[in-house]
């Protein structure tokens, strides 16, 4: 399994064709895990919460894509949540990506898709 600390980092998308790069923010704490994007208006890039398997968007400000992903950082599921819904939970997930809605379509996040994690 994956270990990281909470912090800043880059994600790299391969999807279709050339590899992505976005902000990334790295929360593996239980604290920050629980904040989240809870009470923000804006996101650049996106947020890994590791380890995951669902999550909810009560007291979100704002839509969110959600990627949920396996121990090979492997897309297995994508879905738009608004604000005041509870996720179900993913079996096969260990991660779960956030993002502002729309951007991860743009980024090339499907299923199938492999990310990869950059810290430093």
Known sequence: MRRWRDGRGKLVIHGGGEPVVVPLE????YRARTRGLLGREALDGAIL???ANGIHTFR????????????RLTVIAVRTM??????????????VLEAEAGAMAGWGVEVGARVA????
């Open 49 to 51: 919460l590791s380890p």
């Open 117 to 120: 994690v950059e810290v430093g």
């Open 26 to 29: 790295i929360a593996t704490s």
């Open 82 to 95: 608004r604000p005041g819904l509870l996720g179900l939970p993913r079996l096969r997930s260990r991660h």
């Open 60 to 71: 979100m400000r704002m839509p969110i894509d959600v990627a949920y992903l396996d121990r």
